[in-house]
Nanobody, 117 residues
Framework: QVQLVESGGGLVQAGGSLRLSCAASGRIISINTMGWYRQAPGKQRELVAA???????KYADSVKGRFTISRDNGKNTVYLQMNSLKPEDTAAYYC???????????WGQGTQVTVSS
């Protein structure tokens, strides 16, 4: 069993910053990728950023230059530093863990980020 615990969401004014964390625990043999997705009301879930093991980070065009994804491999934890937040960043943010072999996909419970104008 694999669990993902997210934290760090909240309410912030436009231009502010938040840092999301997602800690994975359980039967983790090999991590393929850790990433963050978001889903705003009435919209599809979309990739925000991902950090593959041994690969290059990926960012949605809308967050490039403002968000930074990082990983602590010793803690199986992924972070998302969000700066210069905009009202359009308002969404539920979900952590995704991809494990090998498989691959197998796991999701966190989601954390709400609300940016006021």
């Amino acid at each position: 069993q694999v669990q993902l615990v997210e934290s760090g969401g909240g309410l912030v004014q436009a231009g502010g910053s938040l840092r999301l964390s997602c800690a994975a625990s359980g039967r983790i043999i090999s991590i393929n990728t850790m990433g963050w997705y978001r889903q705003a009301p009435g919209k599809q879930r979309e990739l925000v950023a991902a950090i593959p093991t041994g690969g290059s980070t990926k960012y949605a065009d809308s967050v490039k230059g403002r968000f930074t994804i990082s990983r602590d491999n010793g803690k199986n934890t992924v972070y998302l530093q969000m700066n210069s937040l905009k009202p359009e960043d308002t969404a539920a943010y979900y952590c995704q863990l991809v494990l090998n072999p498989g691959p197998k996909y796991y999701w966190g419970q989601g954390t709400q980020v609300t940016v006021s104008s």
